[in-house]
Nanobody, 125 residues
């Protein structure tokens, strides 16, 4: 069992930066692939970024590549998403998610084992 809780959302102007954090509880966190998803008003939830259980591998959606960075600290049971050069289209509720599958079989879909409650990110123009 893994429980997740996001924090760090807020209001920022276009071009600014924001750092989201996801605190986890549970003994299986260090063996769990972690990811970030987001859902904008009127749109379906979409994949943003993922990181392997050991932190050695990452993948990003094309829309955020080069601007966002995902990282994790297994000792602190924490996952972060550093967001730079934010755009109005980044406005969404951001969700932290975990999956028990291995990295080689991981799929960036909505079928994850664990989900946080979400944190709002609003980027103004």
């Amino acid at each position: 069992q893994v429980q997740l809780g996001e924090s760090g959302g807020g209001l920022v102007q276009a071009g600014g930066s924001l750092r989201l954090s996801c605190a986890a509880s549970g003994r299986t966190f260090s063996s769990t692939v972690m990811g970030w998803f987001r859902q904008a008003p009127g749109k379906e939830r979409e994949f943003v970024a993922a990181i392997s259980s050991g932190g050695g591998y990452t993948r990003y959606a094309d829309s955020v590549k080069g601007r966002f960075t995902i990282s994790r600290d297994n000792a602190k049971k924490m996952v972060t998403l550093q967001m730079n050069s934010l755009k109005p289209e980044d406005t969404a509720v951001y969700y932290c998610a975990g999956d028990r599958t291995g990295w080689t079989t991981y799929r960036p879909n909505n079928e994850h084992d664990y989900w946080g409650q979400g944190t709002q990110v609003t980027v103004s123009s």
